[in-house]
């Protein structure tokens, strides 16, 4: 079972940008499909990103399409998400999660991280 610890969230103005980081202990990332998520308050996990267990492959929700890019570090054992001009509609806890499919659903990953925060200010 991988363990997974993402970093980096924080308070942005708009227009601003972060990195977050995903930290895996365990496994190795290239065993699965990783995935980025979010959680506005209230709200379901929404899909934000993925990656292929290759790492040939990624996929992005319209909403942040062009302006969120997600890699991988296979000698660091970390998968980032690096989010440029945030918008306040990004507000939300972020969550890696990894599994053995490629795919948009919460369900279809095993193990997820416990989240960061992210705010951005108007």
């Known amino acids: 079972q991988v363990q997974l610890v993402e970093s980096g969230g924080g308070l942005v103005q708009t227009g601003g940008s972060l990195r977050l980081s995903c930290a895996a202990s365990?496994?190795?990332?290239?065993?699965?499909?990783m995935g980025w998520f979010r959680q506005a308050p209230g709200k379901e996990h929404n899909f934000v990103a993925v990656?292929?267990?290759?790492?040939?492959?990624?996929h992005y929700a319209d909403s942040v399409k062009g302006r969120f890019t997600i890699s991988r570090d296979s000698a660091k054992n970390t998968v980032d998400l690096q989010m440029n001009s945030l918008k306040p509609e990004d507000t939300a806890v972020y969550y890696c999660?990894?599994?053995?499919?490629?795919?948009?659903?919460?369900?279809?990953?095993?193990?997820w991280g416990q989240g960061t925060q992210v705010t951005v200010s108007s």
């Open positions: 999660a990894a599994g053995g499919t490629y795919s948009t659903l919460w369900r279809d990953f095993g193990s």
């Open positions: 990656i292929s267990r290759s790492g040939t492959r990624t």
């Open positions: 365990g496994r190795a990332v290239i065993d699965y499909a």
